[in-house]
T-cell receptor, first 113, second 113 residues
Framework: DAGVIQSPRHEVTEMGQEVTLRCKPI?????LFWYRQTMMRGLELLIY????????DSGMPEDRFSAKMPNASFSTLKIQPSEPRDSAVYFCASRGQYGNEQFFGPGTRLTVL | AQSVTQPDIHITVSEGASLELRCNYSYGATPYLFWYVQSPGQGLQLLLK??????LVQGIKGFEAEFKRSQSSFNLRKPSVHWSDAAEYFC???????????FGAGTRLTVKP
């Protein structure tokens, strides 16, 4: 199995631009999580999906952030418009139906200038 | 309030020395417990997990952790550290039946030659 796949690995953009981060979970996993990691705040859960349905988005910082999961093998996290304070590493993780451990992707390092 | 505490932000040990990383949690009931490791520029990799049963759990890369209910702790240990163990280590908890995994702030491990 290829594990959780995230793209792009690095993204540099200018303030005000739209940013879309992508995630492909492990095949067969039915839960998907989006995290943000910064030096100041550590790892924060932004949103998670069960069976493609958003369950808890209370961690999404602002309306500028949105996430979708149109099918079991793909999810996106969009920031529009982006701001410098959104600069962070964004991780996607997935989990199978019968386990509680999450498997993390390699992350997307986002820099907003 | 539910929380996960890793008291040590940074630990330095000599190669070959023993290691113990501390983790304490505050939850209403015994949660699922995890240790993850993050190498620079990488995602998080699961080292080990505790759900129930034997309170001493073995993980990958020679790591082990001991669950102590009376102390609400789940400390990570390794008898002899290798230079390749230098990384950031995260303790995480997930309440039973709950998707909400909480991470500690992390402990950065430096290994001296």
């Amino acid at each position: 199995d290829a594990g959780v796949i995230q793209s792009p690995r690095h993204e540099v953009t200018e303030m005000g631009q739209e940013v879309t981060l992508r995630c492909k979970p492990i095949s067969g996993h039915n839960s998907l999580f989006w995290y943000r990691q910064t030096m100041m705040r550590g790892l924060e859960l932004l949103i998670y999906f069960n069976n493609n349905v958003p369950i808890d988005d209370s961690g999404m910082p602002e309306d500028r952030f949105s996430a979708k999961m149109p099918n079991a093998s793909f999810s996106t996290l969009k920031i529009q418009p982006s701001e410098p304070r959104d600069s962070a590493v964004y991780f996607c993780a997935s989990r199978g139906q019968y386990g509680n451990e999450q498997f993390f992707g390699p992350g997307t390092r986002l820099t907003v200038l | 309030a539910q929380s996960v505490t890793q008291p040590d932000i940074h630990i330095t040990v000599s190669e070959g020395a023993s290691l113990e990383l501390r983790c304490n949690y505050s939850y209403g009931a015994t949660p699922y417990l995890f240790w993850y490791v993050q190498s620079p520029g990488q995602g998080l990799q699961l080292l080990l997990k505790y759900f129930s049963g034997d309170t001493l759990v073995q993980g990958i890369k020679g790591f082990e952790a001991e669950f102590k209910r009376s102390q609400s702790s789940f400390n990570l240990r390794k008898p002899s550290v290798h230079w390749s163990d230098a990384a950031e280590y995260f303790c995480a908890v997930a309440p039973l039946g709950n998707n909400d995994m909480r991470f500690g702030a992390g402990t950065r491990l430096t290994v001296k030659p």
